[in-house]
T-cell receptor, first 114, second 117 residues
Framework: GAVVSQHPSRVICKSGTSVKIECRSLDFQATTMFWYRQFPKQSLMLMATSNEGSKATYEQGVEKDKFLINHASLTLSTLTVTSAHPEDSSFYIC??????????FGQGTRLTVV | AQKITQTQPGMFVQEKEAVTLDCTYDTSDPSYGLFWYKQPSSGEMIFLIYQGSYDQQNATEGRYSLNFQKARKSANLVISASQLGDSAMYFCAMREGPMNRDDKIIFGKGTRLHILP
């Protein structure tokens, strides 16, 4: 079946640095990728929708200059957390879509900013 | 207003018993889709089952079935013969509108299920 590969699975970074998270579609073309954020013991909150070759659409309250999304090809979408701070520590997960009822998630990235 | 409501933050169930996880939703769109996902401690999101708003029959996938009560806007997940490996967080989710590649899925707050040996 279709697979979305997300890397890294875990990352610890220093405050003020930037972190890039990648999601690759391995055997299908992902024209659209959704990026979610999940705080501990909470639900997934949609951050932004990226479309190949165009600017991402951000949900209300999400800083686009803070969370840079690039979807330059049909198989790769990236989320960069710029100038990370401890409050950015969270679980980030991407999702792509195939067909009516199928949605494929990446494995998720647990970001810890120290 | 919440679009997806899961009223059970946590549940404890004895192994081999059936369990029902509640989910109600709110939408005025006649076309929508309902999903259930399982999230173990590793964090991955595992797709369990899907129900389209126009589907006549309740969806079933192995030990999972979706009790779809359209008039009540209810989409409860039923797990039959629960197993220890079913212990996880379970999320109900909804897509509003007909399927297209730009669809968004909205998640409920989740239910933490604990299966007791």
């Amino acid at each position: 079946g279709a697979v979305v590969s997300q890397h890294p699975s875990r990352v610890i970074c220093k405050s003020g640095t930037s972190v890039k998270i990648e999601c690759r579609s391995l055997d299908f073309q992902a024209t659209t990728m959704f990026w979610y954020r999940q705080f501990p013991k909470q639900s997934l909150m949609l951050m932004a929708t990226s479309n190949e070759g165009s600017k991402a659409t951000y949900e209300q309250g999400v800083e686009k200059d803070k969370f840079l999304i690039n979807h330059a090809s049909l198989t790769l979408s990236t989320l960069t957390v710029t100038s990370a701070h401890p409050e950015d520590s969270s679980f980030y997960i991407c999702r792509s879509v195939i067909g009516v009822s199928e949605a494929f998630f990446g494995q998720g990235t647990r970001l810890t900013v120290v | 207003a919440q679009k997806i409501t899961q009223t059970q933050p946590g549940m404890f169930v004895q192994e081999k018993e059936a369990v029902t996880l509640d989910c109600t939703y709110d939408t005025s769109d006649p076309s929508y889709g309902l999903f259930w996902y399982k999230q173990p401690s590793s964090g991955e999101m595992i797709f369990l089952i899907y129900q389209g708003s126009y589907d006549q029959q309740n969806a079933t996938e192995g030990r999972y079935s979706l009790n779809f009560q359209k008039a009540r806007k209810s989409a409860n997940l039923v797990i039959s013969a629960s197993q220890l490996g079913d212990s996880a967080m379970y999320f109900c989710a909804m897509r509003e509108g007909p399927m297209n590649r730009d669809d968004k899925i909205i998640f409920g707050k989740g239910t933490r299920l604990h299966i007791l040996p």
